[in-house]
């Protein structure tokens, strides 16, 4: 029998890094709760209809298809087209993203909800990736929506989210900023209107495929030479803010769309430029365009120069997403914070708090059946009180129960011997430091809760 193991791209996880996840998971929650998102869950499994199409040609390669119960193959034409023979032998698929399945979920609750509704949602995607480093077909999202309301007050709100969860977790971080009516606006006044698409895809491979491989890219998708040269200015580097939007401006001058997203832009460069908020971390960057079909508006990505490891959070505004499950006029903006990426960065710099992996508050030894009931009924106490014990399954001897207590990462040991039990007493021992302290039964709960809460 072959050797059992993962599916590739995806993973088991150990207690200790449970632990380490579940820290993660929590900061992040307990900051969203924070700014005022309620909690919602929606299916791993979404009609095919639902995701197909919302994420440009590139994303709809890689949603997992999930094929139909019975005989699916009955009756079908082998000879037809793929897209053809596809649709009638897979009617859902795991979801890609939580974006997406929460339009769905809005469109379909909309009497239930008051607007704007603000929701957020920790859960896996499923994405038929290449796996890498950094790169997995399945992965978490952690994802915060405001849906109902074009005030950029949110945009703000979200900048600020990135920049409180990424600092509470000890990881230094650059949030880069760009907006979609801007590359729209370019695509305008180059005279590629329809070409937007295949613009912004290639454009978002940038940092993968440098300045000469998007262009090579452009080529292939049908951009002239002569429009791709007016492109080229994308590709400057400029460190002042208001030289690049001096020069943005200039070649928008024409366009109406354009110089709307800089408005847009300027606004939340504005609100966020003061001595409160002070995010220096925010940064214009024309070229960042997030390939998805559904953005509309600002757009962020989250960089670290921690570690080399590509982009650990995304998101944007969206104007149009509901409409498609036909519910018009409603638009929204998320964010979304890629936990397992994160999870790779604070791993690697061992960024994680000090006696994080810390097991069970009091572990007790089995040195006989009645040694174990008195330990039992201690245990009972401490655990009405919140602390979280253990006991060891069998009376086995003392050396192996110790060891299962260090490998567990027990905080304390509590011996009860028959030394003990002949004197009313117990044996409590360090794991850290070494040291041992005996308390009478009478004292022990009451004394020993003090010392774990002090």
Same mark, same amino acid.
């Given at each position: 029998?072959?050797?059992?193991?993962?599916?590739?791209?995806?993973?088991?996880?150990?207690?200790?890094?449970?632990?380490?996840?579940?820290?993660?998971?929590?900061?992040? @929650?307990?900051?969203?709760?924070?700014?005022?998102?309620?909690?919602?869950?929606?299916?791993?499994?979404?009609?095919?209809?639902?995701?197909?199409?919302?994420?440009?040609?590139?994303?709809?390669?890689?949603?997992?298809?999930?094929?139909?119960?019975?005989?699916?193959?009955?009756?079908?034409?082998?000879?037809?087209?793929?897209?053809?023979?596809?649709?009638?032998?897979?009617?859902?698929?795991?979801?890609?993203?939580?974006?997406?399945?929460?339009?769905?979920?809005?469109?379909?609750?909309?009497?239930?909800?008051?607007?704007?509704?603000?929701?957020?949602?920790?859960?896996?995607?499923?994405?038929?990736?290449?796996?890498?480093?950094?790169?997995? &077909?399945?992965?978490?999202?952690?994802?915060?929506?405001?849906?109902?309301?074009?005030?950029?007050?949110?945009?703000?709100?979200?900048?600020?989210?990135?920049?409180? =969860?990424?600092?509470?977790? #000890?990881?230094?971080?650059?949030?880069?900023?760009?907006?979609?009516?801007?590359?729209?606006?370019?695509?305008?006044?180059?005279?590629?209107?329809?070409?937007?698409?295949?613009?912004?895809?290639?454009?978002?491979?940038?940092?993968?495929?440098?300045?000469?491989?998007?262009?090579?890219?452009?080529?292939?998708?049908?951009?002239?030479?002569?429009?791709?040269?007016?492109?080229?200015?994308?590709?400057?580097?400029?460190?002042?803010?208001?030289? =690049?939007?001096?020069?943005?401006?200039?070649?928008?001058?024409?366009?109406?769309?354009?110089?709307?997203?800089?408005?847009?832009?300027?606004?939340?460069?504005?609100?966020?430029?003061?001595?409160?908020?002070?995010?220096?971390?925010? @940064?214009?960057?024309?070229?960042?365009? &997030? #390939?998805?079909?559904?953005?509309?508006?600002?757009?962020?990505?989250?960089?670290?120069?921690?570690?080399?490891?590509?982009?650990?959070?995304?998101?944007?505004?969206?104007?149009?997403?509901?409409?498609?499950?036909?519910?018009? #006029?409603?638009?929204?903006?998320?964010?979304?914070? #890629?936990?397992?990426?994160?999870?790779?960065?604070?791993?690697?710099?061992?960024?994680?708090?000090?006696?994080?992996?810390?097991? =069970?508050?009091?572990?007790?030894?089995?040195?006989?059946?009645?040694?174990?009931?008195?330990?039992?009924?201690?245990?009972?106490?401490? &655990?009405?009180?919140?602390?979280?014990?253990?006991?060891?399954?069998?009376?086995?001897?003392?050396?192996?129960?110790?060891?299962?207590?260090?490998?567990?990462?027990?905080?304390?040991?509590?011996?009860?011997?028959?030394?003990?039990?002949?004197?009313?007493?117990?044996?409590?021992?360090?794991?850290?430091?070494?040291?041992?302290?005996?308390?009478?039964?009478?004292?022990?709960?009451?004394?020993?809760?003090?010392?774990?809460?002090?």
């Amino acid at each position: 029998m072959a050797k059992p193991s993962n599916v590739k791209g995806t993973r088991d996880f150990l207690p200790q890094q449970m632990t380490k996840r579940s820290y993660i998971f929590e900061t992040i @929650k307990k900051i969203f709760l924070k700014y005022g998102y309620q909690c919602i869950e929606t299916p791993s499994l979404e009609k095919t209809e639902t995701l197909m199409g919302k994420y440009g040609e590139e994303g709809d390669k890689l949603i997992f298809k999930v094929l139909n119960n019975g005989d699916y193959l009955k009756g079908l034409d082998l000879t037809s087209s793929e897209s053809s023979i596809t649709s009638k032998i897979s009617s859902r698929a795991l979801r890609y993203d939580l974006t997406v399945p929460f339009a769905r979920f809005v469109t379909q609750h909309r009497d239930s909800l008051s607007f704007p509704f603000k929701r957020y949602q920790i859960q896996p995607v499923w994405r038929a990736d290449k796996p890498q480093k950094g790169r997995y &077909r399945e992965f978490y999202q952690c994802d915060a929506d405001v849906v109902g309301s074009d005030s950029l007050l949110y945009e703000i709100e979200q900048i600020q989210i990135f920049n409180e =969860v990424l600092s509470s977790l #000890g990881i230094s971080h650059t949030i880069h900023i760009n907006n979609r009516k801007i590359l729209a606006g370019i695509a305008e006044v180059v005279g590629a209107q329809d070409k937007i698409l295949d613009i912004t895809i290639a454009l978002d491979k940038l940092d993968k495929i440098g300045e000469e491989g998007v262009k090579n890219e452009w080529t292939k998708r049908g951009l002239s030479k002569e429009i791709i040269n007016k492109l080229s200015p994308l590709f400057n580097t400029f460190d002042d803010w208001g030289e =690049v939007m001096t020069q943005i401006k200039e070649m928008l001058a024409t366009s109406e769309i354009g110089l709307k997203g800089i408005d847009e832009l300027e606004y939340v460069f504005n609100m966020t430029n003061t001595e409160a908020l002070s995010l220096g971390n925010l @940064k214009f960057n024309i070229t960042l365009a &997030r #390939g998805l079909n559904y953005y509309t508006g600002a757009i962020f990505e989250v960089t670290t120069d921690m570690i080399k490891i590509g982009s650990i959070c995304g998101g944007g505004r969206y104007d149009d997403l509901t409409a498609m499950f036909g519910m018009k #006029g409603t638009s929204g903006v998320g964010i979304s914070f #890629g936990a397992d990426r994160i999870y790779d960065v604070m791993e690697e710099v061992n960024g994680w708090p000090e006696n994080l992996e810390k097991g =069970v508050e009091v572990f007790f030894l089995n040195l006989g059946n009645e040694e174990l009931k008195t330990c039992l009924d201690f245990q009972a106490d401490l &655990r009405s009180k919140g602390v979280r014990c253990d006991t060891y399954p069998a009376a086995v001897k003392m050396k192996r129960q110790m060891k299962y207590a260090n490998d567990t990462n027990a905080q304390y040991v509590a011996i009860i011997g028959s030394n003990e039990f002949e004197t009313k007493s117990i044996k409590v021992k360090n794991m850290l430091s070494g040291e041992e302290v005996i308390y009478s039964w009478e004292s022990f709960v009451v004394k020993f809760e003090k010392v774990l809460r002090s």
